[in-house]
């Protein structure tokens, strides 16, 4: 009868799956965002029964009332609490709301009798090598603690880990399998570690369900694919090999082209001048290859300049990008988000260079929401928007306070959960 989508990332917002899915006149229901960048791109991609919920704005469907709440500063996740006479779900999906925010649900709506979210890694965190220096990107078992505290929090009757099942398939990643933190993974820490005590946890996968007659019906065989997953997903992988080796063939024929290049300085050259000119004389070299060949190109954001460059040049910051992934991205206007493939490689020397392209990351994913180049009324939206979420801006500067610490961003999640 509906969609709800919850936030415009490639894993949640997919345009292929929505188009081959759903017809056009379905309903499809998100949040008002400051920012239009998924009501357009919907539009453009020929879905015109829209319906925009402000954050703690109520919707009916039938006997059933869904009520979003947003979180995030710029890019604008949302949780989703779903409620019928009978039973009240929370989906947090990837949302990592907490603090005031998450008090201000619990307060307003009561106990859930399910709370979901995820659990796995969509980030490109791993995807980062350092030379120097003692730097930790990421720790994995940080999506599992977050898991718990987040449920410690809710206090839910039942804690359904959510929207993180994957595998990887493409041969460049497809040793990173054993980084997913599937949810067999998530129940031994939690049971090791003794956490989510007060909560019982379900596992449900794809088939399985629940209903106010019956109850639960979940295979047990479904957990043998994750008891011996390296055999299962070897032979998924065997399955589909015909698929992949077309698109190797596919990503195989594409060669950049100084038109995508264009795209792609234009988009840089969105930040304002300002913001560009704090990263100084910050440079990176940026290789887009296949299994045809490499291109070297200098990327100075200062400049907002995209030039070709010999392959012996070391600036000591390299970030690699199939060709494929960065023609698509740029078209797309969704480069900050081209690394949930975990394809893409960044390479420095020290800590400093790392942080300045960090910096230049952020940047380019305001471009990516439409934040820059700046619009009076995207302002004025963003000044509305927060009279409703005001709570949230307890909570950033809470972790701004703990991110001036040192404090990874990781850690600064687990530590507002805690206080929440």
């Not at 009868?1 to 017809?23: E, N």
């Not at 390296?230 to 990503?251: G, M, P, S, W």
């Not at 081209?338 to 910096?359: A, D, G, V």
Request: with cysteine; hydrophobic share 35%; proline share 3%.
């Amino acid at each position: 009868d509906a969609i709800y989508l919850t936030h415009v990332h490639w894993d949640h917002w997919h345009g292929p799956s929505l188009k081959k899915l759903f017809k056009k006149d379905t309903l499809v229901i998100t949040h008002d965002e400051p920012n239009k960048r998924s009501v357009n791109d919907l539009r453009q991609i020929g879905f015109s029964n829209l319906k925009l919920l402000k954050h703690g704005e109520s919707l009916r469907l039938g006997n059933i009332k869904l009520t979003p709440y947003q979180f995030g500063l710029f890019l604008n996740d949302s949780a989703l609490v779903v409620e019928t006479p009978d039973i009240k779900v929370l989906n947090a999906n990837d949302c990592k709301i907490a603090g005031a925010s998450l008090r201000y649900i619990l307060k307003r709506h009561g106990r859930f009798d399910f709370a979901l979210r995820s659990h796995s890694s969509a980030n490109d965190r791993v995807c980062y090598t350092l030379d120097t220096g003692n730097y930790s990107f990421d720790d994995s078992d940080h999506y599992s603690r977050s898991f718990a505290l987040f449920m410690d929090v809710v206090k839910p009757k039942y804690a359904i880990p959510f929207a993180s099942n994957h595998c990887h398939l493409h041969k460049d990643v497809y040793g990173m399998n054993n980084l997913v933190n599937d949810p067999f993974k998530l129940e031994c820490y939690l049971t090791e570690n003794r956490l989510l005590q007060d909560v019982e946890l379900k596992i449900m996968l794809s088939g399985d369900s629940w209903s106010s007659e019956s109850g639960f019906d979940i295979n047990p065989e479904n957990r043998k694919y994750f008891e011996n997953k390296e055999k299962y997903i070897a032979e998924y992988r065997h399955e589909v090999n015909d698929k992949l080796e077309a698109y190797y063939t596919l990503e195989n024929k594409i060669k950049p082209n100084s038109r995508i290049i264009e795209m792609f300085q234009k988009q840089i050259s969105s930040i304002p001048r300002i913001l560009r000119s704090r990263l100084g004389d910050f440079s990176y070299k940026m290789v887009l290859f296949n299994d045809e060949g490499e291109h070297h190109y200098v990327v100075t954001p200062k400049n907002a300049t995209v030039e070709e460059c010999e392959s012996s040049l070391d600036l000591g910051a390299t970030v690699r990008v199939p060709i494929k992934i960065f023609t698509d991205s740029v078209v797309m206007n969704m480069f900050h988000h081209s690394s949930i493939s975990k394809r893409n490689q960044y390479i420095f020397k020290t800590e400093q260079l790392l942080l300045e392209y960090e910096k230049f990351q952020d940047l380019l994913e305001y471009v990516e929401l439409e934040v820059f180049p700046i619009r009076t009324k995207y302002i004025g939206n963003l000044l509305k928007a927060y009279v409703r979420r005001w709570r949230e801006v307890i909570v950033y500067v809470q972790a701004f306070l703990l991110k001036r610490k040192g404090m990874p961003i990781y850690d600064v999640e687990e530590e507002i959960l805690k206080r929440t």
